[in-house]
């Protein structure tokens, strides 16, 4: 079961997304190379979301392509494309009744032929991913016990699970607390797949992106490596902040520091 993973490169060309005839998304376009690791940044209700469900085709944008190695994803055929993408969404929640383990083993489906259900070797492999994000002694958890951080834990492990050679995540550590979600980010910036993740914390986006991408109202406002787009301007000019910038003398990532918003009285 040593499987060595390997990515794809991801293309999002001038995506562009509208609900009820407002537009959400106008012209996104990035390209993470392969095994890249982009993070996703900018103010809620930008479109973070909306660009990620977009690259995993849960919805169809109104224009612009997305291609993952050389393949438009809207002519792939949907079992296929799980093979090759998996998606862990922002808030994942289900009715049905089912372990940890079992979600999990979801993650295998794209892999089994329809007669064929879950073999031992899917198990075998669904337990490896479960013992990597720390959730081995949980398993036979029902999943509604569980608390948020750890679902958020065993839906990444469902989508290693997927075996894909793109990652795409939705701020997965909204729910993990500071030693977990720095495990899970250095996890997935050395797994070697192709990582698109929408991140919330800029630091935490700083210490791991290779590149990053902001999003500001439907528009990517900047796109570079996170000491060319973690400016004090940009963090005024998309999230009305101020802050100062300075690469950490140990990591030598950018680090910022946020100053309180002036009070009025
Ligand atoms: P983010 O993830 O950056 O917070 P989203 O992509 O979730 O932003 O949302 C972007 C905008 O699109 C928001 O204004 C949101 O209200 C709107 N939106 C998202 N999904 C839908 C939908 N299904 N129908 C209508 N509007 C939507
Ligand atoms: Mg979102």
């Known amino acids: 079961m040593s499987h060595l993973a390997t990515g794809e490169p991801l293309s999002v060309q001038e ?4 609900f009820s005839g407002s537009a959400v998304l106008q012209g996104a376009t990035v390209l993470v190379p ?3 690791f982009t993070g996703i940044i900018g103010p809620n209700g930008s479109g973070k979301s909306t660009l990620l469900r977009s690259i995993a085709r849960l919805l169809a944008p109104d224009g612009g392509a997305i291609v993952i190695g050389d393949d438009d994803i809207a002519r792939l055929p949907r079992r296929e494309l799980a093979r090759r993408l998996a998606l862990v969404e922002q808030n994942v929640t289900t009715d049905i009744d089912l372990t940890a383990l079992q979600v999990v083993l979801l993650g295998r489906i794209p892999h089994q032929s329809a007669w064929q259900g879950s073999s031992e070797v899917d198990r075998a492999i669904a337990l490896h991913h479960l013992e990597k994000v720390g959730m081995a ?6 999943w509604h016990r569980l608390s948020g951080g750890e679902q958020q834990r065993v839906q990444l492990a469902r989508a290693f699970a997927q075996e894909p050679t793109v990652l795409a995540l939705d701020e997965p550590t909204n729910h993990l607390d500071i030693a977990h979600a720095l495990q899970l980010l250095a996890t997935v910036q050395h797994i070697g797949l192709t990582v698109v993740a929408a991140l919330h914390d800029l630091n935490l986006a700083a210490m791991f992106c290779d590149h990053l991408m902001v999003l500001h109202e439907g528009r990517v406002m900047s796109s570079g490596a996170p000491e060319e787009v973690l400016t004090p301007e940009l963090l005024r000019a998309v999230y009305g902040v101020e802050a100062s910038v300075e690469p950490n003398p140990i990591t030598g990532r950018v680090a910022i520091s946020f100053y309180p918003p002036t009070v009025s009285h």
């Open 34 to 36: 392969e095994g890249g």
């Open 15 to 18: 995506v562009t997304v509208s």
């Open 137 to 142: 002694d949980k398993a036979d958890r029902s």
